[in-house]
């Protein structure tokens, strides 16, 4: 049975990026996953210094179905004047890929794209070629499936709540009745037979 | 417990004096899971000032601690490191589950978060809340005391 909170598989999947108006101070480029590794050496090589972050995008109905977004800062490298310093320079590279398909890493360019490759790798199933240390990152390591696709069960594999254990089952040494409703009761008659005896 | 009449003597159980003993001291593991935590932490400060009930010293090893106070979620990840902690745990010790979420998973009814920690520990008192007030924990620890003194264990809703 089909979890009641997966997500409407008819809905529309609207790349944002072909809605949103430009933003000023960066530019977006889209590439093909085989001139991935190129374009970003190009980037690295013209003064792309920072990887800031990767994204992961699930539009789930489109095809390519996955983005993978890295976030780019251009820093200006000479103080040529406060113009320049106040405008470091964005850049995000947007590739598209569906299941199956593979990146190659970029963790030999920006050691900063370790953790986030992980982190995609493990919430959305996209493997990276080449990267040092793929395991997952966030999930326990004997997790099954990549919870942040869009087809992902919100509750998970079991799709149920766990059930409660019996509560008779307690291993501790004091077992014993439950005492909820009885106790205040009877602490009050114990503090008063103690008071009544000691006067 | 009872006064030997005419003289300076009481007498007792050794049980009853163990339980007293036990309930006047109640150690907490230092354990903050979420916001929660900040509620467990403010029940220390003079404010509420839990040194009053004997329970001011939170242990840092869980071989020290009597009381687990589960304070807030738990990830399906923390889950085996609550249930390990609770393992090293010498014997007697009790668990208050605080707030909502680690009683029943709260508002995070998804795959990342465990529906309630009384599937991995016993708990012996639920505080409900999101969080609970520092003086609803008080009170839990209270109800802890007094399970102590009576023996008796488990599944306590602490309603005011």
């Given at each position: ?25 960066a530019v977006i ?19 792309a210094?920072m990887l800031l972050d990767i994204g ?12 993978v977004v890295y976030h780019l800062l251009k ?15 964005r850049i995000r590279v947007l ?15 920006w050691?900063s794209a370790?953790?986030p ?83 | ?160």
């Amino acid at each position: 049975m089909p979890s009641p909170q997966t997500p409407p598989r008819g809905g529309s999947a609207v790349d944002p990026t072909a809605v949103r108006p430009d933003i000023d101070d960066a530019v977006i480029i889209r590439v093909e996953p085989a001139q991935l590794r190129g374009r970003l050496e190009q980037l690295k090589a013209e003064g792309a210094s920072m990887l800031l972050d990767i994204g992961g995008v699930d539009y789930l109905e489109r095809t390519p179905r996955f983005d993978v977004v890295y976030h780019l800062l251009k820093l200006p490298t000479r103080v040529a004047s406060v113009d320049s310093v106040a405008t470091p320079m964005r850049i995000r590279v947007l590739c598209g890929l569906d299941d199956g398909q593979t990146l190659p890493t970029m963790s030999d360019l920006w050691p900063s794209a370790d953790w986030p490759e992980r982190e995609i790798y493990d919430l959305f199933g996209i493997t990276f070629d080449g990267h040092p240390d793929l395991r997952r990152i966030q999930m326990p390591v004997d997790w099954e499936g990549y919870p942040l696709r869009k087809d992902y069960p919100l509750r998970g594999p079991a799709l149920e709540r766990t059930p409660r254990p019996d509560f008779a089952l307690k291993s501790n040494l004091l077992a014993g009745t439950p005492a909820s409703g009885k106790t205040a009761a009877a602490l009050a008659k114990q503090i008063a037979k103690i008071r009544g005896q000691a006067e | 417990m009872e006064v030997v009449p005419g003289t300076q003597f009481l007498l007792a159980r050794v049980d009853d004096v163990a339980r007293w003993a036990q309930a006047s001291s109640v150690w907490p593991l230092t354990m903050g899971l979420a916001c929660c935590a900040i509620e467990m932490m403010s029940v220390t400060a003079p404010e509420y000032d839990i040194a009053r009930l004997g329970s001011e010293v939170f242990r840092s090893s869980p071989r020290q601690a009597d009381l687990m106070i589960v304070s807030g979620r738990v990830a399906q990840k923390m889950g085996p490191v609550i249930k390990r902690l609770y393992d090293q745990m010498a014997d007697p010790k009790w668990v208050i589950s605080m707030g909502a979420c680690a009683s029943s998973g709260g508002v995070f009814d998804n795959y990342a978060v465990v529906q309630g920690v009384d599937t991995i520990v016993p708990v012996d008192v639920y505080v409900p809340g999101c969080p609970p007030t520092p003086d609803g924990l008080l009170y839990a620890v209270n109800l802890i005391q007094q399970q102590i003194r009576q023996g008796g264990r488990g599944g306590i809703l602490a309603r005011a």
